[in-house]
């Protein structure tokens, strides 16, 4: 039999427990992490969303029926605990809980499919097939932490530099910037596609006067990479502003980055220790390092890279042995970067595009935006595509589209960057990828 909650709310997580409280009554709430029954006493780890508080139950303190039924608890069941608090050197946060009542929630079918503690190790699809058992982990739900407070960093500081948060549509009628990467979806009697990113429509949105505006939200790449570092759905943080170029976009995506990372290291020390991570607080401006330099670092390391390719993960690695860091890589070849990206005034053939990079991750990608109607169109016939396809997208520019610049961030490789995971199915609650639709 279960107990009801009754009148029992939690008072505290078990992180706010400390030394201050001891001799107060306090009510926990979670899962039994771990027990151990040593006859006489019995020692119940209490796990909850913050962390884990020892409840100790000596024989000789409590009742005899609250020790037979705390002697009955099995891992993952979910219990309620009123305590007392105690000093006990030995426990996590310096101190325990001796238990006065105790109710038993919900109990959990045994065996595990994968151990919640961590000390037997399960692969990774082992642990995405059992992922809410696996979130339950402290190391895991470290990272969830860390990602949310990033975002509410990034949150805030955009609203400080008076940007409006926007939301655009998911279901679009057309690639975002050509090319095959689509999902394509039955919409009533059209054929419609999951959106490959806002880029379209925040221009669109940008030069209806709102002037600065950003959005986080999903975007679904029909790519079959089967790599560490691609998933099908992923969240962006993308971000467009009038009256600026590259150099302008640069600039606050840079300040972005160390804000968050800041707000992190600050707010997120015990999970960032959970994950044995010594977060550093990057200083700014980044490096800026010129594609033609990345041309001559790449093939000096001996990966062949010729001059208009794109980096190869070899190259990538290679950039990363040579560069520490976060860094931007700018002065892009025009025919490589899509058909809005503004070529530069002094050299057409090379774009007003960058990259932000951590070591050999891609974070970012941005540039300064072509505002001219006539020559956006002449750069779609250029790149093979066909204007009518985007005649929603060009009305707004033959009605004072300003000049402009923006960037969008891979939210879960931003993460990855942050806390050090290889896998960014790491990074993700409920990942998708080329293999992966369920759980």
């Known amino acids: 039999m279960t107990d009801s909650l009754e009148n029992w709310r939690r008072t505290h997580y078990s992180d706010k427990v400390k030394k201050e409280l001891k001799g107060e009554d306090i009510i926990l709430m979670g899962w039994v992490h771990e027990i151990r029954d040593l006859g006489g006493i019995i020692f119940v780890l209490l796990r909850d969303r913050d962390g884990i508080m020892q409840i100790t139950a000596p024989s000789k303190k409590i009742s005899p029926k609250l020790f037979e039924d705390i002697k009955k608890l099995k891992k993952e069941a979910v219990i309620a605990v009123k305590g007392i608090v105690q000093e006990s050197p030995k426990a996590p946060n310096g101190v325990e809980i001796i238990p006065e009542e105790i109710k038993f929630l919900n109990g959990s079918k045994l065996p595990l499919p994968l151990d919640t503690t961590g000390n037997v190790h399960a692969e990774i699809d082992t642990r995405l097939d059992s992922r809410y058992l696996d979130l339950r982990k402290q190391n895991v739900s470290a990272i969830f932490k860390i990602k949310s407070r990033m975002f509410h960093s990034i949150r805030k500081f955009l609203e400080e530099k008076d940007y409006r948060e926007i939301n655009t549509p998911k279901l679009v009628a057309s690639a975002t910037e050509g090319g095959t990467e689509l999902f394509p979806i039955t919409y009533f009697e059209k054929e419609a596609f999951l959106g490959q990113s806002p880029q379209l429509y925040k221009q669109m949105m940008m030069a209806s006067g709102f002037d600065k505006v950003f959005e986080i939200a999903p975007i679904f790449r029909a790519e079959e990479h089967d790599t560490l570092r691609h998933l099908n759905e992923a969240i962006s943080i993308d971000l467009e502003t009038a009256f600026t170029d590259h150099e302008d976009a640069m600039e606050i995506l840079e300040e972005l980055i160390q804000r968050a990372i800041q707000d992190v290291k600050e707010h997120c020390g015990d999970a960032?220790?959970?994950?044995?991570?010594?977060?550093?607080?990057?200083?700014?401006?980044?490096?800026?390092?010129?594609?033609?330099?990345?041309v001559d670092i790449v093939t000096s390391k001996g990966v062949l890279m010729n001059y208009g390719e794109d980096l190869s993960?070899?190259?990538?690695?290679?950039?990363?042995?040579?560069?520490?860091?976060?860094?931007?890589?700018?002065?892009?070849p025009t025919a490589i970067k899509p058909f809005y990206v503004m070529p530069g005034s002094e050299d057409p053939e090379k774009s007003c595009a960058f990259d932000l990079m951590y070591k050999d991750l891609e974070i970012s990608s941005g540039a300064?935006?072509?505002?001219?109607?006539?020559?956006?169109?002449?750069?779609?016939?250029?790149?093979?595509?066909?204007?009518?396809?985007?005649?929603?997208?060009?009305?707004a520019f033959r009605y004072g589209m300003p000049p402009h610049s923006g960037w969008g961030v891979g939210a879960e490789r931003f993460t990855m960057s942050i806390t050090g995971v290889k896998n960014i199915r790491e990074t993700v609650l409920f990942p998708r990828d080329r293999r992966r639709l369920t759980p």
């Open 368 to 395: 300064m935006r072509i505002h001219n109607y006539d020559l956006l169109v002449q750069q779609m016939k250029d790149k093979g595509l066909n204007p009518d396809s985007f005649e929603t997208y060009l009305q």
């Open 272 to 294: 960032l220790k959970t994950l044995e991570v010594d977060l550093k607080v990057p200083e700014i401006p980044f490096p800026r390092v010129d594609y033609d330099d990345v």
């Open 313 to 332: 993960r070899a190259a990538e690695k290679a950039m990363g042995e040579v560069m520490d860091g976060y860094y931007f890589i700018t002065g892009w």
